[in-house]
């Protein structure tokens, strides 16, 4: 059962554009969501986080909405650039105190067209 | 920087062979984990440890095992690779909810 789901496998932005990237979770103990960054051959990098005592967190291009009710999040990146072309991953949380896992999406392809 | 090291970054096993992959952190981090990336699949846990000696099983745990005998080193083990076993692993160690993670290691089981 997958309880964090990227239902876009790819994405193509034209560069200078708005990129939308979404991700839907089912499991509503979840209270800390991350997107990560990954290029082909390399380990994801960290990219951005959100608590869920929180609705909007911010970092350059970056933006990361997170709307409880609907148990959606989505990753803004504006303006996208060439370098964005990535597959990126979101992933969730329950607080355990230190002994947090994380659970991940299948990734989204995101190419940004010079 | 953390610094997330896995020693192999690409090997080549044949089936029934037992497999080491070691991941070394340089941070002190009490957790560490142990990841496989497959196409359309994402990342799906195999093992994840809290403190040296301590273990717990994640989503896939079956036809691993781990060790971790010091806070800095955690080993994947496979007993008897087999070919549905070739993926790119990703160890990875963890502060405060963040992942970090290493490079990854390529495994093709022939």
């Known amino acids: 059962d997958q309880q964090v789901k990227q239902n876009s496998p790819s994405l193509s932005v034209q560069e200078g554009r708005i990129s939308i990237l979404n991700c839907d979770y089912t499991?509503?103990?979840?209270?800390?969501f991350l997107w990560y960054k990954k290029y082909p051959a390399e380990g994801p990098t960290f990219l951005i986080s959100?608590?869920?005592?929180?609705d909007k967190n911010e970092d350059g291009r970056f933006t990361v909405f997170l709307n409880k009710s609907a148990k959606h999040l989505s990753l803004h990146i504006v303006p996208s650039q060439p370098g964005d072309s990535a597959v990126y991953f979101c992933?969730?949380?329950?607080?355990?105190?230190?002994?947090?896992?994380?659970?991940f999406g299948t990734g989204t392809r995101l190419t940004i067209i010079p | 920087d953390v610094k997330v090291t896995q020693s192999s970054r690409y090997l080549v096993k044949r089936t029934g062979e037992k497999v080491f992959l070691e991941c070394v952190q340089d941070?002190?981090?009490?957790?560490m984990f142990w990841y496989r990336q497959d196409p359309g699949l994402g990342l799906r846990l195999i093992y994840f440890?809290?403190?040296?000696?301590?273990?717990e099983k994640g989503d896939i745990p079956e036809g691993y095992s781990v060790s971790r005998e010091k806070k800095e080193r955690f080993s994947l083990i496979l007993e008897s690779a087999s070919t549905n076993q070739t993926s790119m692993y990703l160890c990875?160690?963890?502060?405060?909810?963040?992942?970090?993670f290493g490079e990854g290691s390529w495994l093709t089981v022939v």
């Open positions: 440890s809290y403190d040296v000696k301590m273990k």
């Open positions: 992933a969730a949380s329950v607080n355990n105190f230190g002994n947090e896992k994380l659970t």
């Open positions: 499991n509503s103990m979840f209270d800390y």
């Open positions: 959100i608590s869920s005592i929180k």
């Open positions: 990875a160690s963890s502060y405060l909810n963040t992942i970090y």
């Open positions: 941070m002190d981090h009490e957790n």
